[in-house]
């Protein structure tokens, strides 16, 4: 699941590692997906320690006894210098464009992070902490980010950097991996 909305999401911003909170809109999606999810069974919860990732758990778990722990590992990607950059998905102009348009060509800015390092951290995350609770037969619910969730997506599901984006999910849904 990807955390709600935010003012940064509204403005188009890019977000990265810069701690927005949810906006009131995104407030109100996390609590709309509480009561969706409510009869979805979960045994844990991961989450990002970012606080729009961390708002969004605690509101879709708010009443049910679920564990929710933090780790870095599900951080969003960092932008570096690029990070609160208005409309870069469009901007020819802007050296992120390339991380919308052509993810296998992307080159991070200084203080980025590459499509490699997301990867690494993400899949060791789910060799780590996930696989081994699947293999327990636990449902395991991941809250975090879009960059973030898609790696994952596209690691479970073996989908190429190249449609990178087609992995997406929408705030405060559900994906279903396996």
Known sequence: MRHGRTD?????????????????????????ARLEYADVHFDVCYCSPLVRARETAEIVLRGRD????????????????????????????????????????????????SFDELFARTGNFLHEVVEPKLAEGKDVLIVGHGAMNSSIICQVKNIPLAQFWEAGIENCKLKQLC
Do not use: H
């Open 8 to 32: 940064w999401n509204v403005l188009k911003k890019l977000q990265g590692r810069t701690d927005i909170p949810l906006n009131e809109e995104g407030r109100a999606m996390a609590e709309n």
């Open 66 to 113: 679920i564990p929710i722990i933090f780790d870095d590992r599900l951080i969003e990607m960092s932008f570096g210098i690029y990070e609160g950059v208005e409309n870069a998905y469009k901007n020819p102009d802007c050296p992120m464009i390339n991380f919308f348009s052509a993810p296998e060509n992307y080159v991070p800015g200084e203080g980025g992070e």
